[in-house]
């Protein structure tokens, strides 16, 4: 599941109310969701939170081990083989000594694993502007020899430490007589007195999501300790595309392999750069008019390369992948030479303007049109500023048709991502808007 490339953020859910009815009154409403956590189903979900756990330490051993291996290759190498053996004692012994110290989880069915979890970055950029988002924890915290429950499973006082939590709330919606804070807050509380868990608010063990849209109520437990978004991108720029938005964009344009992939405006490289590591079969080429984009798409390749190396291969391969300066209305490709052009095209707020984008985008649409093959090319644009781009299209009706138009949310931005076809008709070789 956490390979899952078009999800942000996995969670399992405790119980989810299509229609719950928030009182009038400010104290009752809270009130409520306190009384709530006593009735939620929590046993099973919180045995799917274990399990995940559980996995998660045994891909951490396996990186740490990898890693342990190969620094005593490194010594075996400058320093002959009983050094190397040294260190391998030496780090047996760590892994011994942790065991020792109940750090590596307890087995067994009614004992509850715990974990040390990085903070999450609790802001996310998708959140529209009456969304709400905050954590929050109860003052009162439980005393470090409390009995750690979780469900039904308990733990005995000398095998593990007690649990450490924080509730996230995030709240969309402008009837409900309390903010986001507070609701986190009194949901916290009900949960420690619940569970006599221990309120943390960075180094957490359970993050429990209290998700509140108008009248839906869903109660979730995180399975990730951040989104899933950023696992390609090192170098962010002032519009860095999220991964996940990137290989929604891609998969879209359905690549078949041999296929030759443009991204004309990459930015920071976001959608090449999921592109060749998804579809290694066909072979990408990105750009960017602006220096500063282009040296940070190939300092995010970079990051790539050397994340690859690492990986357990005997040989290190490159990706099919190149990156060009260049200005987007004279493109050094040949006419006809790309099957798939897939671009966030610039929405005229951080970078550019709207004025400018009248001039832009039938520019773009006409030099994409030139370099993409007739009948089988396919493009697929993201942007937001739909009445512009509708009117650019509509001028470009010879070379382009529409095929598909999905709805997304950047940054609280509603956007469009349209799946354009390239009609059969030849572009002209000579470009006299120049």
Same mark, same amino acid.
């Given at each position: 599941?956490?390979?899952?490339?078009?999800?942000?953020?996995?969670?399992?859910?405790?119980?989810?109310?299509?229609?719950?009815?928030? =009182?009038?009154?400010?104290?009752? /409403?809270?009130?409520?969701?306190?009384?709530?956590?006593?009735?939620?189903?929590?046993?099973?979900?919180? =045995?799917?939170?274990?399990?995940?756990?559980?996995?998660?330490?045994?891909?951490?051993?396996?990186?740490?081990?990898?890693?342990?291996?190969?620094?005593?290759?490194? =010594?075996?190498?400058?320093?002959?083989?009983?050094?190397?053996?040294?260190?391998?004692? /030496?780090?047996?012994?760590?892994?011994?000594?942790?065991?020792?110290?109940?750090?590596?989880?307890?087995?067994?069915?009614?004992?509850?694993?715990?974990?040390?979890?990085?903070?999450?970055?609790?802001?996310?950029?998708?959140?529209?502007?009456?969304?709400?988002?905050?954590?929050?924890?109860?003052?009162?915290?439980?005393?470090?020899?409390?009995?750690?429950?979780?469900?039904?499973?308990?733990?005995?006082?000398?095998?593990?430490?007690?649990?450490?939590? @924080?509730?996230? *709330?995030?709240?969309?919606?402008?009837? +409900?007589?309390?903010?986001?804070?507070?609701?986190?807050?009194?949901?916290?509380?009900?949960?420690?007195?619940?569970?006599?868990?221990?309120?943390?608010?960075?180094?957490?063990?359970?993050?429990?999501?209290?998700?509140?849209?108008?009248?839906?109520?869903?109660?979730?437990?995180?399975?990730?300790?951040?989104?899933?978004?950023?696992?390609?991108?090192? +170098?962010?720029? %002032?519009?860095?595309?999220?991964?996940?938005?990137?290989?929604?964009?891609? @998969?879209?344009?359905?690549?078949?392999?041999?296929?030759?992939?443009?991204?004309?405006?990459?930015?920071?490289?976001?959608?090449?750069?999921?592109? /060749?590591?998804?579809? %290694?079969? *066909?072979?990408?080429?990105?750009?960017?008019?602006?220096?500063?984009?282009?040296? @940070?798409?190939?300092?995010?390749?970079?990051?790539?390369?050397?994340?690859?190396?690492?990986?357990?291969?005997?040989?290190?391969?490159?990706?099919?992948?190149?990156?060009?300066?260049?200005?987007?209305?004279?493109?050094?490709?040949?006419?006809?030479?790309?099957?798939?052009?897939?671009?966030?095209?610039?929405?005229?707020?951080?970078?550019?303007?709207?004025?400018?984008?009248?001039?832009?985008? %039938?520019?773009?649409?006409?030099?994409?049109?030139?370099?993409?093959?007739?009948?089988?090319?396919?493009?697929?644009?993201?942007?937001?500023?739909?009445?512009?781009?509708?009117?650019?299209?509509?001028?470009?009706?010879?070379?382009?048709?529409?095929?598909?138009?999905?709805?997304?949310?950047?940054?609280?931005?509603?956007?469009?991502?349209?799946?354009?076809?390239?009609?059969?008709?030849?572009?002209?070789?000579?470009?006299?808007?120049?």
């Amino acid at each position: 599941v956490h390979r899952l490339r078009s999800v942000d953020n996995l969670f399992v859910v405790v119980q989810e109310f299509k229609d719950y009815q928030f =009182k009038e009154n400010k104290e009752d /409403a809270l009130k409520d969701l306190e009384d709530l956590v006593k009735t939620l189903p929590w046993t099973n979900p919180l =045995k799917v939170w274990e399990l995940n756990n559980s996995l998660k330490k045994k891909k951490t051993k396996r990186k740490k081990h990898n890693l342990q291996s190969t620094a005593s290759k490194e =010594k075996l190498n400058d320093d002959g083989e009983e050094e190397g053996r040294d260190q391998k004692d /030496a780090s047996k012994q760590e892994d011994c000594a942790q065991n020792a110290a109940g750090v590596e989880p307890v087995s067994g069915q009614d004992t509850e694993k715990t974990q040390g979890v990085a903070s999450r970055n609790g802001g996310e950029e998708e959140e529209e502007e009456d969304n709400e988002q905050s954590d929050a924890k109860d003052e009162v915290q439980a005393g470090s020899g409390s009995e750690t429950k979780a469900g039904d499973g308990k733990t005995s006082e000398g095998e593990a430490k007690v649990l450490k939590f @924080r509730v996230t *709330c995030n709240r969309a919606g402008d009837k +409900h007589s309390f903010t986001s804070n507070e609701a986190a807050r009194d949901f916290g509380g009900a949960v420690q007195e619940h569970f006599q868990w221990k309120a943390d608010m960075t180094n957490f063990d359970v993050e429990v999501l209290l998700n509140i849209h108008n009248n839906e109520v869903v109660v979730g437990i995180a399975l990730t300790e951040e989104s899933l978004h950023r696992r390609n991108i090192t +170098h962010f720029g %002032p519009t860095t595309l999220r991964s996940t938005l990137a290989y929604g964009m891609l @998969r879209l344009c359905d690549p078949q392999p041999t296929d030759i992939i443009v991204d004309p405006m990459c930015g920071t490289g976001a959608i090449p750069i999921e592109g /060749a590591t998804e579809w %290694p079969s *066909c072979y990408h080429i990105a750009g960017d008019n602006n220096p500063q984009a282009v040296k @940070r798409a190939a300092n995010n390749i970079c990051s790539l390369l050397k994340k690859n190396e690492n990986k357990e291969s005997s040989t290190s391969l490159g990706i099919p992948l190149d990156i060009v300066q260049w200005d987007i209305c004279n493109l050094p490709l040949r006419t006809g030479s790309v099957d798939i052009i897939v671009s966030d095209m610039p929405f005229g707020k951080r970078i550019g303007s709207k004025k400018k984008n009248w001039d832009l985008y %039938p520019a773009c649409l006409m030099e994409m049109g030139r370099i993409c093959t007739p009948g089988t090319g396919r493009a697929v644009l993201l942007t937001q500023d739909k009445k512009c781009f509708a009117k650019a299209l509509s001028r470009m009706g010879h070379i382009w048709r529409k095929g598909q138009t999905v709805w997304v949310n950047v940054g609280g931005l509603h956007a469009a991502v349209y799946l354009l076809k390239r009609t059969w008709e030849r572009a002209e070789e000579k470009r006299s808007f120049w």
